[in-house]
């Protein structure tokens, strides 16, 4: 299946969760979040939400910034 | 403390009033001394994409006292209400609160904030359990139509972002000092120590600033400069200055004077 992660291309095995990503992109204990198709996923759903193909998923994490 | 002289945001205290963002330093420890020098309990931060193919091990939130200093999100590089809405959105989920500073540009070149996308976007927020602080222009009616939206502060820009000029329309901020009910924030636009003293002489709340210190020569020395400012300005506020005369005022008495 293909999803859009932050912008690119993305090719995912079927069925991973939002908690699965998070956890092979290494970001597990980072203070993220996630947005899927325009809607931020709370934290408690990753585990449930399986990413579908076509998804939009965006990570954003907090940087320096004024 | 008998003469405790605390700002306060979103129903919590502080006693720094600066605020400082963390953008534009060398490296994370240089970010981390800057915040210290500067005394500050508030500190801005960006929202961004986390880049999937190199996630970087550090993150600028572990170098930070979260203890001790508060996460003021901010909507920076966002041009339409809905994109600000987004971004707000994702930051509090990223779970530091409800804080969250305002800022929808409107111009590329100036920077300036499109007042009526901000106003908009404010009331969407606020509604939302946001503490919006907004950033606008040193326009009295705008930091009108903010507050009565029910945002807990104004913050009106001294001049553009990252220009150091200084507050360039004192006689606005008095106006909206003046009209306002929540704290007048000044962010954005000064240069040095005098700036934000001269801020805080108006009776501003506090000053919001980042590329002053961290574009600064030595950005250590100049947050240490930038806290110093802020509380000579505060004090003199409430201390109460003498009135501007055109003539001399004698400081000796004429009495007992020489004949």
């Not at chain 2, 500050?40 to 939130?61: C, Q």
């Not at chain 2, 600000?84 to 920077?111: F, H, P």
């Not at chain 2, 210190?213 to 004090?235: D, N, Q, S, W, Y």
């Amino acid at each position: 299946m293909r999803v859009t992660l932050n912008g690119e291309p993305r090719d995912l095995r079927e069925g991973l969760t939002v908690a699965e990503l998070v956890g092979d992109l290494g970001l597990r204990a980072r203070r993220i979040a996630v947005e899927i198709n325009l809607d931020v996923l709370p934290r408690d759903d990753y585990p449930r939400r399986a990413l579908c193909d076509g998804d939009v998923v965006e990570i954003v994490q907090f940087i320096g910034g004024g | 403390m008998a003469d405790e002289d605390l700002l306060c945001l979103g129903g919590k205290t502080y006693h720094s009033r600066l605020i400082v963002g963390t953008g534009k330093y060398r490296d994370f420890a240089e970010t981390r001394a800057a915040i210290d020098a500067a005394g500050a309990e508030i500190v801005t931060v960006a929202v961004r994409r986390v880049n999937i193919t190199d996630p970087g091990k550090e993150n600028l939130l572990d170098h930070l006292d979260l203890s001790r200093i508060t996460i003021l999100p901010n909507t920076a590089g966002c041009s339409t209400a809905s994109e600000a809405i987004r971004t707000a959105r994702l930051a509090r989920e990223a779970g530091v609160g409800t804080l969250l500073k305002l800022e929808v540009i409107g111009d590329d070149q100036t920077l300036f904030p499109d007042v009526a996308a901000t106003i908009e976007a404010a009331a969407v927020l606020v509604k939302e359990g946001f503490t919006v602080l907004p950033y606008i222009t040193d326009d009295p009616i705008a930091a009108r139509r903010l507050q009565d939206a029910g945002c807990a502060a104004v913050m009106p820009l001294a001049a553009p972002i990252g220009s150091g000029l200084g507050i360039r329309n004192p006689y606005n901020i008095k106006i909206i000092l003046e009209q306002s009910r929540v704290p007048v924030i000044v962010d954005a636009g000064v240069g040095t120590a005098s700036d934000v003293a001269l801020a805080m002489e108006l009776g501003c709340d506090a000053v919001l600033l980042n590329t002053a210190i961290a574009g600064a020569t030595h950005p250590l020395l100049m947050a240490e400069a930038m806290r110093l400012g802020v509380e000579a300005g505060r004090k003199a506020f409430r201390a109460g200055r003498i009135p501007r005369k055109l003539y001399a005022t004698a400081s000796s008495p004429i009495e007992g004077l020489l004949q």
